[in-house]
């Protein structure tokens, strides 16, 4: 959707929802809270055992190959729960997430939105130049994504900013990206016209 205004122009777009990746994540989510339960008891029943083994006759002292299980086993749930907190992340990108950007003679704003979580990152419309769709090659591992940010991929439209390249649009097409450039350039440069 875009609003546009003498001073401003608003880009919003809103994640694609699709019904089979829902259901993947909702598949997903239970089988990691499962696993993830898994490793609880397994942890309640090592700590059962160890104080089983404490009150033993002769006592069992833990140590040795059982402490370098136990490490190994630690660094592979923390793993295990930040991959799964990462899969929260996006499973809410996907319900309610939206990018909004919004261009003023002076600024160029791009925000990421989820429920009432949002991260925003201001430019400046001087500095911002080269507005145009990203030709990055898509990722191997993930089709329909750009290689660039494997954590939330990049995004279709990229702009240079001093010596930093920036992408917004993860979702969107190349069509798509096309008419917003058009859109937000007539603000972006409507400073340097007057």
């Not at 898994?38 to 942890?43: M, Q, R």
């Not at 190994?72 to 950007?101: M, P």
């Not at 507005?131 to 995004?155: M, V």
């Amino acid at each position: 959707m875009v609003e546009k205004s003498d001073k401003l122009v608003r880009v919003t777009l809103p994640s694609k929802r699709n019904i089979i990746r829902i259901l993947g994540f909702c598949v997903g989510m239970f089988m990691w809270g499962y696993i993830v339960y898994g490793f609880i008891l397994f942890t309640i029943a090592s700590q059962k055992s160890i104080e089983i083994g404490k009150n033993s006759v002769p006592p069992v002292q833990p140590g040795g190959m059982f402490f370098y299980l136990n490490i190994c086993f630690s660094l592979f749930f923390l793993a295990f729960l930040a991959l799964g907190a990462f899969a929260i992340h996006r499973f809410i990108w996907v319900i309610t997430g939206k990018e909004i950007i919004e261009a003023t003679p002076q600024t160029l704003k791009i925000t990421k939105q989820a429920f009432r979580w949002e991260k925003s990152k201001e430019y400046s419309s001087e500095k911002v130049s080269r507005l145009r769709t990203n030709t990055q090659p898509l990722s191997i591992f993930l089709p329909g994504k750009r290689a660039k940010n494997p954590l939330g991929g990049a995004g279709m439209i990229a702009f240079d900013h001093g010596g930093r390249t920036s992408t917004f649009g993860l979702e969107i097409s190349q069509a798509e990206a096309e008419q917003i450039i058009l859109a937000l350039q007539e603000v972006l440069h409507a400073q340097t016209a007057s």
